[in-house]
């Protein structure tokens, strides 16, 4: 089993415990998503003694305090290891009123052209910006051919398709195990099976409300992602390895 997107740095786990308990469950395969230039760094560190273990590089749309040509640069240095497999998370959000949304825009685009020069796939983060997120990858459609994610997909079935046009995979998380998450299980009812990714957005988003998250869930995002589908558990986890293997060529 895989989690597409968790974070470990600064969040407090216990290690190896931690590690041995993610195993443990049967998850192979986990991808770090940095959002910080520090938090990069960590996960860089942790994926070289770790095996299964990968990391993105990229800055958040939140954390742009010091975001310019520099950042970027080292950004493109660690890409280069062996074990980054994707830019990310990067994108907008517009929930709060900062960063300023001219900044935000200028930083997802600089990031989705270090994507494009590297020929590496993009982790997106989209909340409450889901226009100004479709315009800028519509204009670039054609250009990001090592394809991207839309991590925590939240929109709703009525702009998956929308997304879908455009290459999108989307991963989904703790939340579709929640009763009340109709606009989440509707899109993965209408995301189709070649499209869809497991993640938790760890430590956050726990599928047990009230509880910190882990990539050891996995296994319970899959089965509920599997119902909903109406498929095998086994032929949901067979899917997410297939799609995970053509959005991101560097796992092994």
């Not at 090592?146 to 290459?167: A, P, Q």
């Amino acid at each position: 089993m895989i989690d597409v997107h968790a974070h470990f740095a600064e969040e407090g786990y216990e290690f190896p415990a931690e590690w041995e308990k993610i195993k443990a469950a049967g998850v192979r395969t986990v991808i770090l998503a940095s959002d910080t230039l520090a938090h990069a760094k960590w996960h860089s560190e942790f994926a070289k003694t770790h095996d299964g273990c990968y990391f993105t590089v990229g800055v958040h749309p939140s954390e742009l305090e010091n975001f310019g040509r520099k950042a970027v640069e080292t950004l493109e240095e660690w890409a280069a290891d062996e074990k980054c497999v994707a830019v990310g998370e990067i994108g907008l959000d517009y929930h709060y009123p900062d960063p300023d949304r001219a900044a935000q825009r200028a930083a997802f685009e600089a990031q989705l052209d270090l994507a494009e020069e590297l020929s590496l796939p993009v982790e997106i983060h989209s909340r409450d910006a889901c226009a100004d997120t479709l315009a800028i990858l519509r204009e670039r459609f054609g250009r990001m051919g090592s394809g991207f994610l839309m991590h925590c997909y939240s929109y709703g079935r009525e702009n998956l398709e929308d997304f879908l046009e455009l290459g999108a995979y989307f991963s989904f998380g703790g939340v579709v195990c929640f009763k009340n998450a109709r606009r989440v299980i509707e899109s993965v009812e209408a995301c189709p099976l070649g499209r869809i990714l497991s993640e938790t957005d760890s430590p956050y988003l726990s599928p047990f409300r009230g509880e910190k998250n882990t990539p050891a869930n996995i296994p319970v995002i899959a089965e509920k992602l599997a119902a909903v589908k109406g498929v095998t558990l086994y032929e949901m986890i067979e899917a997410i390895r297939g799609n995970a293997a053509r959005l991101f060529p560097k796992l092994k």
